[in-house]
C-alpha cells in the first residue's frame, strides 16, 4: 500500500505526487487556492467515490482532508 503522509508538504508537493500516483484517472494539479475544486473532480471519479474519500467541506485546510482521506483509504496505484 502506498500512501501520502501530508505532514511536511507543500500543497504543490503532495498535489504532484498524487497526480503522479493515479496518472491513469487523469487528477493533474491545481494552485494550493483550488484544492477544494481538486477534491470535488476526486469526488467524481469511480475509484476515489468507491472508496469513500471523504468531502472537503469539513476542513479548513488540505492537510486536514489529506489525512483524514489517507486514513479512509487504501491508496494503490492505478496500473
Known sequence: ????D????EWDQYCRLMAE???GNQ???V???NWRD???GMNGIGY???SGIPDHRPYD???DWAKAMAGTMSIQPVL
Not at 501530508?6 to 508538504?9: A, D, I, L, S
Open 1 to 4: 500500500m502506498i500512501t501520502y
Open 27 to 29: 487528477l493533474g494539479t
Open 38 to 40: 481538486w477534491v470535488d
Open 6 to 9: 501530508p505532514r511536511g508538504m
Open 21 to 23: 500516483l493515479f496518472g
Open 48 to 50: 476515489f467515490v468507491q
Open 61 to 63: 485546510e488540505w492537510q
Open 31 to 33: 494552485p494550493e487556492e
